[in-house]
C-alpha cells in the first residue's frame, strides 16, 4: 500500500485552513491522506517531501474585518510569492461553507491524477461527488470556483492591465 498522500493546507490568518483540514481529516478515509495545515511554508517537511505534496492555497474570499485586510492579503501575497519560488505547484479553493469542501476535493482530486503522483491516483475519485469521465469539465466552472493558479494570474493581469490603461 502506498504511504498517505500528504495534503498542505496554506492560507492567511482568517482564511478558513483549520476548518477546511477539520472537515476534509472528517470525510477522507484515515490513512488515505496526512494534512498539514499552515500559515507559511516555514517549519514544513524537507523540500522533497513539500514538493511531492499536494499543496492548496485559501482564496480570499471568506468575510474579513476591513481593518485586518491588509494584512491578509499581504499574507496572501507573501505566500503566493514563497510557492512560486519553490517552484511548487498549487490550487486556490474559494466557496463558502459545502462549497468550499467540494472545491477543495475537486482540486485534490485534480491534482492527485497528476502523472508524477502515481500513488495518489484513484484515492480520491469518490470524494468529487463526479465520475472519473467528467473530470475535463471542471473548467465550464465559474471563476470563482476555479482552483487553478495560472488561470487566475492571468485573469488579474488582464484586469489590471485595463485598469492602467483607463488611467
Not at 491522506?33 to 471568506?62: E, K, N, W, Y
Not at 502515481?118 to 469521465?133: C, E, H, I, V
Request: glycine share 8%; aromatic share 4%.
Amino acid at each position: 500500500m502506498p504511504p498517505p498522500t500528504t495534503i498542505i493546507l496554506l492560507g492567511a490568518p482568517g482564511t478558513g485552513a483549520q476548518a477546511l483540514r477539520d472537515t476534509l481529516n472528517a470525510r477522507i478515509p484515515p490513512g488515505a491522506a496526512h494534512i498539514l495545515c499552515a500559515t507559511d511554508l516555514d517549519g514544513q517537511q524537507p523540500a522533497g517531501a513539500v514538493a511531492a505534496s499536494l499543496v492548496l492555497l485559501m482564496g480570499l474570499d471568506l468575510p474579513c474585518p476591513a481593518d485586518e485586510r491588509a494584512v491578509q492579503e499581504a499574507a496572501d501575497a507573501r505566500l503566493r510569492a514563497d510557492l512560486t519560488q519553490a517552484g511548487l505547484s498549487y490550487r486556490v479553493v474559494y466557496g463558502h461553507g459545502e462549497q468550499r469542501i467540494k472545491n477543495a476535493l475537486n482540486a485534490i482530486k485534480t491534482i492527485a491524477i497528476n502523472p508524477d503522483l502515481k500513488s495518489a491516483r484513484g484515492l480520491f475519485d469518490s470524494y468529487s461527488g463526479m465520475p472519473p469521465q467528467h473530470a475535463a469539465r471542471l473548467r465550464a466552472w465559474n471563476c470563482e470556483k476555479c482552483s487553478d493558479p495560472e488561470c487566475e494570474h492571468r485573469l488579474f493581469t488582464a484586469l489590471m492591465g485595463r485598469d492602467a490603461g483607463s488611467a
